[in-house]
């Protein structure tokens, strides 16, 4: 995998521009909000439930045999972009303290709900893994 970052383009904080591979195996995954084990949104605003969302991708991409280090995009669901941003450091420390310092091609966008009404961001992406 190589993550491409040209220096044509502003420097990319918490994403890469363009992520190239060569992979075996594709695995993708399907959004996951800030759900518990339990099915339950988890209480504690847009910085909880990103940081069980991510979670609940990596169980996923796990449980397919991948790691953080093989996600190569995901793509970030929100119902309010401008909190996403107010918290963009603290989701940030979990990015890194749950997936490490290597980031996927991202996007995130800003849409007017979301299939559980109580979630307030939801991951969805993809792995490739040798």
Known sequence: ME?????????PSGFSHAISVSADRLVF????????????IVPGGVVAQFD???????????AAGGQAADLVSMTIYVVNIDDYR?????IGAVWRR??????????A??????????AVVELQGFAAMR
């Open 3 to 11: 993550r491409i970052n040209p220096p044509g383009l502003a420097r």
């Open 29 to 40: 995954l399907a959004g996951q909000t800030g759900h518990d084990a339990g099915g339950r």
């Open 52 to 62: 069980q969302a991510l979670r609940n991708v990596l169980v996923a991409l796990a």
């Open 86 to 90: 107010a918290h963009s450091k603290e």
């Open 98 to 107: 749950l997936a490490g310092m290597d980031y996927p091609a991202m996007a």
């Open 109 to 118: 966008v800003e849409v007017s709900r979301l299939w559980d009404p109580a």
